[in-house]
């Protein structure tokens, strides 16, 4: 017998013809407990049976198609690439190498150097797109992975750089002052936001009447060719420091001082690579560089670069271009331009320094014809710590400014060897004496002498050498 009709049966049962002459509530009333739970399970399963019964409906509306049901990406098989354990062992082994890791940079933590010379201070102008950190970071931490690494996704064979690295986005210079944006590509983007021209720097300080006046310290960027013939104002603190790491705008042709009527090349046969082509080139355990060392394996480049037969070796590019830095420097020197100072330390061979001479005072009064020596403060510290401009976001410096009224006549009260001083005061700079100083400064301190851009670096090498000799 069925479950159903089982069931029948059982109220059939319950109401049998020896109570169905009492009244409705009153049948209820006299059954067992047991068997009126009975009943009432009974009937539950009954509506249950025949709702179940019932015909299905008309469809309903089409619903919209859900994902092709593609599996996502496998996080063992994307970050296994380079997170197993043996593999970060090596990049770590590597990046201890390299100068980001053996430099003292961590040391200069201060509001305008931090952004570059620190992990703190990198990731802080990278997120909030300033170009100086808030404050000083005198626990600032030396340059790390986290510095340049900074997972935001794992689709690596897609945008791999945009995934894996801080920053990729187009670079403010500092040559214009922050403003004006240039893309580099994107990895090459990480690194330019530091290896590139420093371009302004101000200082706060206090006149002699008490006037709070700001001093430019770097007042000339960016060159301008059109001033060439014109006079300008050296003064005393100022600088045309290009401060080393200027690696970005020799490699892209730019930002060197370009005399007017002269045609520069840009582009070059590497000019498609990335700084990593070269810097992270293949990891060669005997010489210890390429990989995360940042140093080129120059092993990789000797199919182009040979020593031998008619390829050409880095070395013929570097001595050509150090031949011409030397000519520059010393033709500075004879127009009175650069001091040459010599010092001679026994037994050791004689070395000099040099330095691009000061025109005028910390005012701006043209220099005595006749040298004084004695000392004069130009400027006093203001109250307050160093602060940053809320209009350019520079830093404004707070100090002491106490200088020599000739500082290369100072020179000469010691045992130094001043060349090229004795008869320099009293003469202003034309500007393109300036731009030639300033070429000196923008090949000597880049470093690679002259191998991330050759072309450019001899043309304006030579065009400051030419413009010297024209007069």
Request: some cysteine; proline content about 3%; overall charge positive.
């Amino acid at each position: 017998m069925s479950l159903l009709n089982a069931e029948k049966q059982k109220i059939a049962n319950a109401f049998s013809p020896r109570i169905s002459s009492k009244k409705p509530h009153l049948i209820l009333n006299a059954m067992k407990p047991q068997n009126l739970y009975r009943l009432l399970f009974s009937l539950v399963v009954i509506l249950f049976t025949i709702t179940s019964c019932v015909k299905q409906g008309p469809m309903g509306l089409t619903g919209a198609n859900g994902t092709n049901g593609a599996n996502g990406k496998d996080a063992n098989t994307a970050c296994l690439k380079c997170h197993t354990t043996a593999v970060m062992d090596q990049k770590k082994v590597e990046y201890q190498l390299s100068k980001h890791f053996l430099g003292t940079s961590s040391a200069r933590n201060t509001k305008y150097c931090a952004r570059c010379h620190t992990s703190d201070g990198f990731k802080e102008i990278t997120a909030n797109g300033k170009f100086v950190v808030a404050n000083d970071i005198p626990a600032g931490e030396r340059i790390n992975c986290s510095t340049c690494h900074n997972h935001s996704g794992f689709d690596f064979a897609g945008d791999t750089a945009t995934y894996i690295l801080r920053t990729t986005t187009p670079i403010a210079l500092n040559y214009y002052n922050n403003t004006k944006t240039q893309d580099f590509g994107k990895i090459n983007n990480l690194c330019v936001t530091c290896h590139q021209i420093r371009g302004a720097t101000a200082v706060n300080f206090t006149d002699s009447t008490g006037k709070v006046q700001t001093f430019k310290q770097l007042p000339f960027f960016p060159l301008d060719n059109a001033l060439e013939n014109t006079t300008v104002k050296f003064q005393v603190g100022q600088s045309i420091s290009v401060h080393d790491g200027n690696q970005s705008n020799l490699f892209s042709g730019i930002n060197g001082y370009e005399y007017t009527g002269k045609v520069y090349t840009r582009t070059w046969k590497h000019s498609e690579f990335s700084c990593t082509d070269c810097h992270m080139n293949s990891y060669s355990s005997v010489s210890k560089t390429g990989g995360h060392t940042l140093i080129v394996n120059e092993a990789q480049c000797v199919a182009c670069h040979s020593t031998t037969g008619t390829a050409d070796p880095i070395e013929r590019t570097q001595a050509a271009i150090s031949g011409k830095i030397i000519e520059l420097r010393e033709l500075l020197v004879a127009k009175k331009i650069f001091a040459k100072i010599g010092s001679k330390t026994a037994p050791g061979p004689q070395t000099f320094s040099y330095s691009a001479m000061a025109t005028h005072d910390f005012y701006g009064n043209l220099l005595p014809s006749s040298p004084t020596p004695a000392a004069k403060t130009y400027g006093i510290a203001t109250a307050s710590a160093n602060t940053v401009d809320p209009k350019t976001g520079l830093v404004v410096y707070a100090n002491n400014i106490t200088m020599a009224v000739d500082l290369s006549k100072a020179a000469t009260t010691s045992a130094a060897a001043v060349v090229g001083s004795a008869d320099r005061l009293g003469r202003e700079w034309k500007y393109g004496e300036l731009g030639a100083a300033y070429n000196y400064g923008y090949i000597n301190s880049e470093l690679s002498l002259g191998v991330h851009n050759p072309i450019y670096a001899l043309q304006i090498l030579q065009n400051s050498i030419d413009y010297l000799k024209s007069y």
